[in-house]
């Protein structure tokens, strides 16, 4: 029995970070992005897809800075684009977006910057700071 438990544990823990790493990202769904443009929102969009590494980095550096600093959630809403599901639909090909670990920061009809699979925090931050 206590190795059942320990496996469970062991599973449970394991699947934390992957859980506790989407948090308040906004799970793409047609039209989301054009809604928070229209209510006057700057929007970062992740165009990520989960078996990425580099996706994961970006997303941990994200996470980082946003924890440092309230003025990113202020000021930003995030959101993730499932790159498996959406890399052929109109919100990924209206905006030439090449692949996935792509960021973009949009505002009104404008894109303010963009990030294709970088992952430096300086990199990331610089594009986050275009929104404050």
Request: positive net charge.
């Amino acid at each position: 029995m206590k190795r059942r438990s320990f496996i469970a544990s062991a599973a449970a823990l394991l699947a934390l970070p992957t859980l506790a790493s989407a948090e308040g990202f906004t799970d793409y769904t047609p039209g989301a992005i054009k809604a928070a443009l229209d209510s006057g929102k700057t929007v970062l969009v992740d165009y990520s897809a989960t078996w990425c590494s580099t996706c994961k980095r970006q997303e941990r550096v994200i996470n980082a800075l946003r924890a440092a600093d309230p003025a990113y959630d202020a000021n930003l809403t995030f959101i993730k684009v499932d790159w498996d599901t959406y890399s052929r639909h109109d919100v990924t090909q209206s905006r030439n977006i090449p692949r996935r670990s792509t960021l973009i920061v949009l505002r009104g009809d404008q894109e303010l910057g963009r990030i294709i699979a970088g992952t430096a925090e300086s990199q990331i931050k610089a594009l986050m700071d275009t929104a404050l």
